[in-house]
């Protein structure tokens, strides 16, 4: 699966200084660094992964690369979570980006009625090294019920964030852990009517660097 994504105020081509604040402008080979106007016809992958079915054992989905992922209605796990949803740095208003994938691996067993979704991914790559990214982890388990297509879930999700405890970057202390248990279920007693509740206790350090409100997890986004 593979989805080439445009996103641009609407403007003409020269018109405005299109933008996010959220994501500051790199120049490169001592070059001027473009602006959003510069920018709002840049072409960026939205999605790019690969699926295997019966993996291993029949029931057993398997796919990887940057996907969608979204847990229930997006309460915890969904696209609010992601560092950057203008890596082209077009947009004046950042919540009405189209970008809502994640760089994981994702499996799913399917146990009719039974669903086991477990998934790791990355919600922002920091520096060059391994232990100071912002990881992602969480498991789901639903049950599909026949009667007003009602269903139930259970999930726990951790969010992990480090950052060098020294200038070598060979020592990693933790700015940010997060624990998330949930549960969430909804029935639709008619055709057009869908009740939906959902309730999560997180526990854990949410960060106590200087730099503590740049990239934090929180159970519904900023």
Same mark, same amino acid.
């Given at each position: 699966?593979?989805?080439?994504?445009?996103?641009?105020?609407?403007?003409?081509?020269?018109?405005?200084?299109? $933008?996010?604040?959220? !994501?500051?402008?790199?120049?490169?080979?001592?070059?001027?660094?473009?602006?959003?106007?510069?920018?709002?016809?840049?072409? +960026?992958?939205?999605?790019?992964?690969?699926?295997?079915?019966?993996?291993?054992?029949?029931?057993?989905?398997?796919?990887? $690369?940057?996907?969608? +992922?979204?847990? $229930?209605?997006?309460?915890?796990?969904?696209?609010?979570?992601?560092?950057?949803? #203008?890596?082209?740095?077009?947009?004046?208003?950042?919540?009405?980006?189209?970008?809502?994938?994640?760089?994981?691996?994702?499996?799913?067993?399917?146990?009719?009625?039974?669903?086991? #979704?477990?998934?790791?991914?990355?919600?922002?790559?920091?520096?060059?090294?391994?232990?100071?990214?912002?990881?992602?982890?969480?498991?789901?388990?639903?049950?599909?019920?026949?009667?007003?297509?009602?269903?139930?879930?259970?999930?726990?999700?951790?969010?992990? #964030?480090?950052?060098?405890?020294?200038?070598?970057?060979?020592?990693?202390?933790?700015?940010?852990?997060?624990? !998330?248990?949930?549960?969430?279920?909804?029935?639709?007693?008619?055709?057009?009517?869908?009740?939906?509740?959902?309730?999560?206790?997180?526990?854990?350090?949410?960060?106590?660097?200087?730099?503590?409100?740049?990239?934090?997890?929180?159970?519904?986004?900023?």
């Amino acid at each position: 699966e593979i989805q080439f994504l445009n996103q641009r105020d609407v403007d003409p081509p020269a018109g405005g200084a299109q $933008g996010s604040p959220l !994501v500051a402008q790199t120049a490169i080979g001592g070059s001027t660094a473009p602006d959003g106007t510069n920018n709002q016809f840049d072409v +960026i992958i939205n999605l790019a992964n690969i699926t295997i079915k019966e993996f291993y054992y029949a029931p057993l989905t398997v796919k990887m $690369g940057r996907q969608n +992922i979204q847990f $229930g209605e997006g309460f915890v796990v969904g696209s609010s979570q992601l560092a950057n949803p #203008d890596p082209s740095n077009t947009l004046s208003a950042d919540e009405f980006t189209l970008v809502t994938s994640f760089d994981a691996v994702r499996g799913t067993l399917d146990l009719d009625p039974w669903t086991v #979704d477990a998934f790791a991914a990355k919600l922002e790559e920091e520096a060059i090294n391994v232990g100071d990214d912002n990881n992602i982890f969480g498991v789901n388990v639903s049950h599909a019920f026949n009667a007003y297509a009602a269903e139930m879930d259970g999930y726990f999700v951790v969010s992990r #964030d480090g950052s060098p405890a020294n200038g070598l970057g060979d020592i990693f202390i933790k700015t940010e852990e997060l624990f !998330v248990l949930g549960t969430r279920g909804s029935v639709r007693p008619w055709e057009r009517l869908k009740l939906a509740g959902e309730v999560a206790y997180e526990w854990g350090d949410e960060g106590g660097s200087t730099n503590s409100a740049a990239g934090e997890f929180t159970p519904n986004g900023r």
